[in-house]
């Protein structure tokens, strides 16, 4: 079965600093898909970037960066300029191509994150 | 920008209780599923739905649980006789297409409190 770990509960940055925040996931699947999912307070959790395992490349979504390093099982996110509207609760996830009704849709505990103006 | 909306943002329910957590996926999407986060645990998948029927089901999804879409825009999960472990936060989510076809969006979630 697939683990996905956050080892910071949580976080805070100042206002237009930079913050990464870790993920680590255990799995024997060669293909699969990770993802980074915000949720601001009392608002619906929304994805801010994909990443295909077998794609080399870090995804990258304007301010939002991974760094996917695929031997070590690792995917974290980094936050450029940090701003306000990123406080929130960030949850890493894993999922297989095949798992095509979210059954075996795993999230991390995820990571509070406090941006400080 | 289109969103999946859940009411009540948040429900207290005496045990034993019946409660119906309403759900609103977005207009064009086929696939519904249901999600909890325990407070301080992972969240959970708990079942998705397709053309009308339960396509899986997690092993949390006992019999106490039920899934219906009952006019073709509300996607409800029952539980029939709450239980003080059912407390979480319940999230549904639609997609288009299949799960790892294209985006799921989430709702902001049913605080469910069983007292």
């Known amino acids: 079965a697939q683990t996905v770990t956050q080892s910071q509960p949580e976080m805070s940055v100042q206002e237009a600093e930079t913050v990464t925040l870790s993920c680590t996931y255990d799995?024997?699947?060669?293909?699969?898909?990770l993802f980074w999912y915000k949720q601001p307070p009392s608002r619906q959790m929304i994805l801010v970037i994909r990443q295909e395992a077998y794609k080399q490349q870090n995804a990258t979504e304007n301010r939002f960066s991974v760094n996917f390093q695929k031997a070590a099982k690792s995917f974290s996110l980094k936050i450029s300029d940090s701003q306000l509207g990123d406080t929130a609760m960030y949850f890493c996830?894993?999922?297989?191509?095949?798992?095509?009704?979210?059954?075996?849709?795993?999230f991390g505990p995820g990571t509070r994150l406090s941006v400080l103006p | 920008e289109p969103e999946v909306t859940q009411t009540p943002s948040h429900q207290v329910t005496q045990m034993g209780q019946e409660v119906i957590l309403r759900c609103v996926p977005i207009s064009n999407h086929l696939y519904f599923y249901w999600y909890r986060q325990i407070l301080g645990q992972k969240v959970e998948f708990l079942v998705s739905f397709y053309n009308n029927e339960i396509s899986e089901k997690s092993e949390i999804f006992d019999d106490q649980f039920s899934v219906e879409r009952p006019d073709g825009s509300n996607f409800t999960l029952k539980i029939r006789s709450t239980k003080l472990e059912d407390s979480a936060m319940y999230f549904c989510?639609?997609?288009?297409?299949?799960?790892?076809?294209?985006?799921?969006?989430f709702g902001q979630g049913t605080r469910l409190t069983v007292v």
């Open positions: 996830a894993f999922m297989k191509p095949e798992d095509n009704y979210g059954q075996n849709f795993v």
């Open positions: 989510a639609s997609s288009e297409r299949g799960f790892g076809d294209t985006e799921a969006f």
């Open positions: 799995t024997s699947e060669s293909n699969y898909y």
